[in-house]
Nanobody, 133 residues
């Protein structure tokens, strides 16, 4: 069974860079046709897809966050990482890593829709990140 585990700082100061890592176990992140995403949920709001890296290594970004986000992977460690620069209190959220094969089935534009939990095959438990001075 594939399992995902997020790790990162719980508290970040405004203007700093947030770095989160998702460690995948029980399967390889290069397995056809999985897309590995970062998704967040601010308090009182819905899920927001941020970025994804595909089994091929191609990367995809939410246009509204593109200028501040970077997603990468380390296949030797079976991990993928999100960096979010210039954080503000509005970036306070629970951050999840998740994976799905639906982009390969329905087209990569599927990634850009509002995430639906059941449409992702695997989820991490989520990690709370608070941006505050």
């Amino acid at each position: 069974q594939v399992q995902l585990q997020e790790s990162g700082p719980g508290l970040v100061k405004p203007s700093q860079t947030l770095s989160l890592t998702c460690t995948v176990s029980g399967g390889s992140i290069t397995t056809n046709y999985y897309y590995w995403s970062w998704i967040r949920q601010p308090p009182g709001k819905g899920l927001e897809w941020m970025a994804a890296i595909a089994y091929s290594g191609s990367t995809h970004y939410n246009p509204s966050l593109r200028s501040r986000t970077d997603i990468s992977w380390d296949t030797s460690k079976n991990q993928f990482t999100l960096q979010l620069t210039s954080v503000t209190p509005e970036d306070t959220a629970v951050y999840y890593c998740a994976s799905s094969t639906r982009p390969a089935q329905y087209g990569e534009s599927w990634l850009y829709a509002t995430p639906v939990q059941k449409e992702y095959d695997y989820w991490g438990q989520g990690t709370q990140v608070t941006v505050s001075s």
